[in-house]
């Protein structure tokens, strides 16, 4: 791939990638930094990708994993913690949507941003997670309904 035709194609996808990674941050400038470091990245590796028609694919997961990286670091300087999988209801409440968001395990957080904020299918979202639909569907109605259990704890309270 030719470097003009790479940043062609990363021009049509940017809005989608700071769309995936600004809800790990809450913050314009992490998001902005975690996009461009993934499409340096993805610059630098751009010759190990072997058919292009996944470039989008393959760029997301480059994103998801800087974003992931980035989260650790971020979570440990401002001392979030995340949930544990089995999260009642209590443990979750009086947070924004937001907060409640981030605080969800990183596989049902990742299933949830790509699926809303990056505008991905449960197949595609299957094929950047290299996990089966039937495990991105399962992740997906876990994460909600602990979303769910939450924002209805805040509407009690």
């Known amino acids: 791939m030719k470097d003009q035709e790479f940043f062609d194609r990363v021009e049509s996808v940017r809005k989608k990638l700071y769309a995936i990674a600004y809800p790990y941050f809450n913050s314009e400038s992490m998001a902005v930094d975690a996009v461009d470091e993934a499409i340096y990245k993805g610059y630098l590796k751009k010759k190990q990708l072997k058919q292009p028609q996944f470039f989008e694919t ?17 979570k440990k300087q401002v001392g979030i913690e995340e949930l544990p999988e089995d999260a009642s ?3 979750i409440e009086n947070l924004p949507l937001k907060e409640a968001l981030m605080k969800l395990p990183e596989k049902y957080r990742q299933v949830i941003l790509l699926k809303f904020f990056g505008g991905y299918t449960i197949v595609e979202i299957a094929e950047l997670t290299e996990c089966p639909q039937g495990t991105v569907a399962t992740r997906m109605r876990k994460a ?14």
């Open 58 to 74: 393959w760029l997301v997961r480059i994103l998801m994993n800087v974003c992931n990286t980035k989260y650790k670091h971020y």
């Open 144 to 157: 909600l309904g602990l979303l769910r259990m939450e924002l209805e704890e805040e509407e009690v309270a």
């Open 89 to 91: 209801p209590s443990e």
